[in-house]
């Protein structure tokens, strides 16, 4: 099998929609849906999203069943990996490991037992066992920040980092955003871990504020820490001093960016929607002859006011 990256966009989309005029199977078709229960913000979010596409799906295929089954933790969704095969029979499974190495076995048994299969997010600790792989760019969420907070402070100025949980995520956002700075007269004052967490990121930014006298601007890297920063910032009284950048696409943050908040005047995708996008893909497997297998890694959009409103979902959790 050839393995390749494609940056989605509207392809995808287009795909989708021929498909429906394309040869369908007769017989019906079972795809299971395995992710981490709602135990946190962007975990909501990607649970709305995949209800919202198994609605749209099973709308436009009659033929395909979608089944979601959410966990909260790893052996409990090693166990629904287990019912989906023995007991619903799927043809298919899409994938988003609550930790990689407890389940990455048994994803495996899911593909030697003949089915497909799409991993989301966190990749497995064996590589070639998924079909399709599907996945936010966490470099360049990095990247983009990094080039966003750089060109907004003119190459100078002074600034804090918050971190997410001790990771090769959190490693590979922060190692491209250093990396953008280089160069630059942009001075990290701090970084500490905040665990994309509101409530660390408030003790966090609390610490920062009272050991730093000036800062110009904060990478929050998270929007779910990016929260509990402007709280302490407001607190502080210290909203006409910085601005904040957080990330993943949360609606409370895409809301301030549309009303043009200063102090979050952008946010960079993450977005927990990539499970619908991993869905579709699937879902093209047996509704279109176009091949599908590969590495589809999402761009990390930069939000702004002018395009804020693309990425507003008022009915999602997240």
């Known amino acids: ?7 989605l966009g509207a392809a995808c989309v287009l795909g989708l929609g021929l498909a429906s005029t394309g040869a369908i199977a007769q017989e019906k078709i079972k795809i299971g849906v395995s992710i981490p229960a709602a135990t946190h913000g962007w975990a ?28 909260n933790g790893a052996t409990e969704q090693a166990n629904d990996l287990e019912d989906l095969v023995s ?18 076995v048994p994803v495996q048994q899911v593909k030697q037992a003949g089915k497909f299969v799409t991993v989301v997010d966190r990749g497995l600790s064996l590589p070639g066992i998924e079909d399709v792989y599907v996945a936010g760019n966490n470099p360049e969420l990095g990247r983009v920040s990094g080039e966003y907070i750089r060109e907004r402070l003119n190459d100078e100025g ?37 665990n994309w967490n509101r409530d660390d990121g408030y003790e966090v930014m609390q610490d920062f504020l009272s050991r730093f006298p000036e800062i110009d601007a904060v990478w929050a890297q998270d929007d779910d820490i990016a929260l509990g920063v402007i709280e302490a910032v407001k607190q502080a009284d210290r909203t006409d001093e910085m601005f904040i950048v957080g990330g993943a696409g949360m609606k409370d943050i895409i809301k301030r960016v549309m009303d043009g908040d200063e102090l979050t005047p952008i946010d960079v995708l993450y977005p927990p929607a990539m499970i619908a996008t991993a869905m579709d893909v699937t879902v093209m497997k047996f509704t279109s002859n176009a091949p599908v297998e590969g590495r589809y890694i999402l761009g990390a959009t930069l939000v702004t006011q002018e395009n804020a409103e693309n990425f507003y979902f008022p009915d999602s959790p997240f």
Request: hydrophobic content about 45%; overall charge negative; proline content about 4%.
């Open 1 to 7: 099998m050839k393995t390749f990256t494609k940056y």
């Open 158 to 194: 002074k600034i804090v980092v918050l971190r997410g949980i001790p990771t090769t995520i959190d490693t590979e956002r922060v190692d491209a955003f250093v990396e953008e700075l280089e160069g630059s007269n942009i001075e990290i004052l701090d970084m500490k871990h905040a």
């Open 87 to 104: 007991v619903q029979n799927i043809d298919a499974l899409v994938v988003l490991p609550f930790e990689s190495d407890p389940l990455t």
């Open 44 to 71: 909501g979010g990607l649970n709305w999203h995949a209800e919202q596409a198994e609605k749209r799906i099973e709308a436009t295929y009659p033929n395909i069943d979608v089944i979601v089954v959410s966990a």
